[in-house]
């Protein structure tokens, strides 16, 4: 699915996502990743939200960001030890599918939030 043009060639919209993997200045990747305004981590995390642990969010914890959306796939998955593993490290984290997190993560960019999107692949 296509979004919408990037009007800000120095902010890491994401383009695109899918089969193909998540478009980012027209590079697909077809692995998890952390994305935040100004940088990329890619590849990033286990190929299952199941495999996800405290260690995958060190890079994400030194950031700080207001927000980070854990997109967990094909489907929504709720890891609820590293829910709260996350949430005593005071990190405000939303679960939702990858597809959703996407989507989100550009609008609270837009509004200039201080958001990192955690993804693993959409086709997880």
Known sequence: MKLHLQRDGHRNLIHAYGPQGIVIHGK?????LLVGADWLHSPWGPEDASALQISHFAEVLARKPDIVLL????????PLELMRAL????????????????????????????????LLPPEA
């Open 71 to 78: 997109g967990t796939g094909k489907r929504q998955h709720f």
């Open 87 to 118: 949430r005593i490290a005071d990190l405000a984290v939303e679960v939702m599918d990858t597809s959703a997190a996407c989507r989100t993560y550009n609008i609270l960019l837009a509004e200039d939030r201080v958001v990192i999107a955690a």
């Open 28 to 32: 697909s990747h077809a692995q998890g």
